[in-house]
């Protein structure tokens, strides 16, 4: 069993940057965010593999940057050049490989942090 704390979401405005960080209880393989925007279902947004391999969804590519510090069993999501449709709560997740395309992969999750990018 690995519990997940999320932390760092805000109000910005657009334009703004935030860093979100999450807090395993242990060592993960893969570990992702995902977020889920009010009447949407929840999608991936960043993951990060043991060997520091990384992958993106389009919307984000350029803005956000995933990172994990190993040593301290942490997982951040920088974001900057924040949009209004940026907007959602944000989870982590632990997985044996999180794929951003699939809730399933999974095994994980924490309780969100919300984020709100106002115009």
């Known amino acids: 069993q690995v519990q997940l704390a999320e932390s760092g979401g805000g109000s910005v405005q657009a334009g703004g940057s935030l860093r979100l960080s999450c807090a395993a209880s242990?060592?993960?393989?893969?570990m992702g965010w995902f977020r889920q925007a009010p009447g949407k279902e929840r999608e991936g947004v960043a993951a990060?593999?043991?060997?520091?391999?990384?992958r993106y969804a389009n919307s984000v590519k350029g803005r956000f940057t995933i990172s994990r510090d190993n040593g301290k069993n942490t997982l951040y999501l920088q974001m900057s050049s924040l949009k209004p449709e940026d907007t959602a709560m944000y989870y982590c997740?632990?997985?044996?490989?999180?794929?951003?395309?699939?809730?399933?992969?999974?095994?994980?999750w924490g309780q969100g942090t919300q984020v709100t990018v106002s115009s």
């Open positions: 242990g060592y993960t393989y893969s």
């Open positions: 997740a632990a997985c044996w490989t999180c794929n951003l395309d699939s809730l399933r992969s999974a095994a994980y």
């Open positions: 990060i593999d043991s060997d520091g391999s990384t």
